[in-house]
């Protein structure tokens, strides 16, 4: 059975380092690339970025400058950084298997990261 | 590429057929996908590349399109399909659409 599952601290404080771990089961990462979504409370979803089955990244141009995503074959887990968090970064994080087709087949059940002094 | 979806709220009746639709500024090449997402839950895949039925989604689901212009169709709407719909594009970059609310009167 596939599955997602993210993990990492519900609360971050203003200007400090969001790190999130998504561990999947199912299937390997060398085989399915995982995207990162997120979406902010009440409103629409955004992509961030992809770590490639080759192992390469893309992020979203957007957050590029603050966002790192890495991963662990051998844990299959893959990671998401993102430094300098302001409020406007409080949503629901998710990551997402591709199919190797760029879209998305299933979804982790998502963090909430509140973004808050 | 940017993706306008309408209506942004939707309502209709249990047994209603129901047209979604989702508008690129660009040509979208038919790499353009449809979720649904209750409320509470991650997005579900139901459509991609236009018109292909995601493994165990209901066969009333249905999408079509070409160019700029896709629809999703619900062709009679169930209470359990109250949800938000997104469209996605795959084609030039990566992003979705703002979402419809369809409401269940």
């Known amino acids: 059975e596939v599955q997602l599952k993210e993990s990492g601290p519900g609360l971050v404080q203003p200007s400090q380092t969001l790190s999130l771990t998504c561990t999947v089961s199912g299937f390997s990462l060398t085989d399915y690339s995982v995207h990162w979504v997120r979406q902010p409370p009440g409103k629409g979803l955004e992509w961030m970025g992809v770590m490639w089955s080759g192992g390469s990244t893309a992020y979203n141009s957007a957050l590029k400058s603050r966002l790192s995503i890495s991963r662990d074959t051998s844990k299959s887990q893959v990671f998401l950084k993102m430094n300098s968090l302001q409020t406007e970064d409080t949503a629901i994080y998710y990551c997402t298997r591709d199919p190797g087709r760029y879209y998305f087949d299933y979804w982790g059940q998502g963090v909430m990261v509140t973004v808050s002094s | 590429i940017q993706l306008t979806q309408s209506p942004s709220l939707l309502s209709a009746s249990v047994g209603d057929r129901v047209t979604l639709s989702c508008k690129g500024s660009?040509?979208?090449?038919?790499?353009l996908a449809w979720y649904q997402q209750k409320l509470g839950e991650a997005p579900k895949l139901l459509i991609y590349k236009t018109n292909s039925l995601q493994t165990g989604i209901p066969s009333r689901f249905s999408g079509s399109g070409s160019g700029t212009d896709y629809t999703l169709t619900i062709s009679s709407l169930h209470s359990e399909d109250l949800a938000t719909y997104y469209c996605y594009q795959y084609n030039n970059g990566l992003t979705f659409g703002s979402g419809t609310k369809l409401e269940i009167k």
């Open positions: 660009q040509n979208i090449n038919n790499y």
